[in-house]
């Protein structure tokens, strides 16, 4: 019986986590279940998502399954290209300079700043009246 590797990553993105599991295959990314092309719509988040998969030139060489949890679409793709660039660099280790010098490896820590008490947001006051 023939053993595959597995690969599994974590990526982050604002509220977004992904959880990424790359296997040798035909290149058929799957997400929650759905396939890649139904669950991002929007062609930025599609191109963003293969990035790392198009610069190394494994398109078609890995199975990508993830599980995607927490903030909006644009997040998740930007969790899930980073969990798929880790996957590919624990795969090969020879990736990890392409990877890092393209900012695929960077963690991205901007977050959503807190909403202040006295205030209708984090940086936007109530409206001042003289009278």
Known sequence: MEQTTKYVALGRRKESTARVRVEAGSGKITI???PFEKYFLRETDRIMVLQPLVLTENSSKFNIAANLKGGGLTGQ???LR???ARALMSAD???KDTFRKN???TRDP???ER???GQKGARKR???TKR
């Open 110 to 112: 901007r977050m959503k």
């Open 126 to 128: 109530f409206q001042w």
């Open 82 to 84: 980073l969990g798929i």
């Open 115 to 117: 909403k202040k008490y």
């Open 103 to 105: 900012g695929y490896l």
């Open 93 to 95: 280790e020879g990736l």
């Open 32 to 34: 929650n279940g759905k």
């Open 77 to 79: 793709a930007g969790a």
